[in-house]
């Protein structure tokens, strides 16, 4: 495991840990955060951790191109119950990802240090929010580092059922409209499987960051569901 300094660097990622990380330490700086982004890194720590970056072995994604919307997420979006906007309202995102209680999850790894760097990458044009409406009233929403072809999803949340999925849907969507390879989900659960997102290999993922061309079976982990 790398222990970071205050050099703008982190060691290759086939040096992670089998559970997947890669280094201790460090800041999240808006440099250091997009040059982990680039290279198929990410942060995860707990608030009273140190900063952890990760590069798992294997990587959740969504291939925009190949994904097929669920006939329930069909049905909702025809009710026109939700509305949605892109990138209107980072903060309340965010901070909603931050308060909102999960299921067999204690606290939140969205600590204030977190919340803070990300806003300043918002402010860069880097980080987005897609956020879902109801009567006027922000219920679900997400958020994530756009990469300019890769979007790396970071977290979401749900006030009403099915919120966050249309946001999901939504995104991905958007993803496809303007040719983005991969939505990166990150690690591996099983919401995000039910909603149509695969694992595949780190090495694989690093190629698509680095606009290598990678080809996915039709039916891999895109079933209609």
């Known amino acids: 495991m790398y ?11 086939d040096e992670a840990s089998y559970e997947g990380i890669l280094a201790v330490g460090g800041d999240l700086s808006s440099e250091r955060l997009l040059l982990a982004y680039k290279n198929g890194i990410f942060p995860w720590f707990d608030d009273d951790e140190p900063i952890l970056w990760w590069s798992p072995p294997q990587r959740m994604v969504v291939s925009p191109k190949l994904y097929k919307v669920s006939k329930s997420s069909r049905n909702l979006i025809n ?3 939700f509305q949605i906007t892109f990138n209107k309202n980072f903060f309340a995102v965010i901070h909603n990802c931050q ?3 999960r299921k067999e999850q ?4 969205i600590t204030d240090r977190i919340i803070s760097s990300y806003t300043d990458l918002h402010k860069k044009g880097i980080a987005k929010s897609v956020e879902v409406w109801e009567n006027d009233v922000l219920v679900g929403g997400l958020y994530g580092v756009d990469l300019g072809h890769v979007f790396c999803g970071e977290s979401m949340f749900s006030k009403v059922p099915n919120a966050s999925k249309i946001a999901f849907v939504w995104l991905v969507n958007y993803l496809k409209v303007n ?3 991969l939505l990166d989900c990150q690690v591996h659960n099983d919401h995000l499987e039910k909603l149509g997102a695969f694992e595949i290999s780190r090495e694989a993922f690093i190629k698509i ?16 569901h």
């Open 79 to 81: 009710r026109n119950k």
């Open 209 to 224: 960051l680095k606009s290598e061309e990678i080809n996915f079976s039709s039916n891999t982990g895109l079933n209609d």
């Open 179 to 181: 040719n983005y390879k």
């Open 99 to 101: 308060q909102i209680e």
């Open 106 to 109: 204690n606290g939140t790894w």
């Open 3 to 13: 222990f970071l300094t205050k050099e703008l660097y982190f060691p290759p990622v």
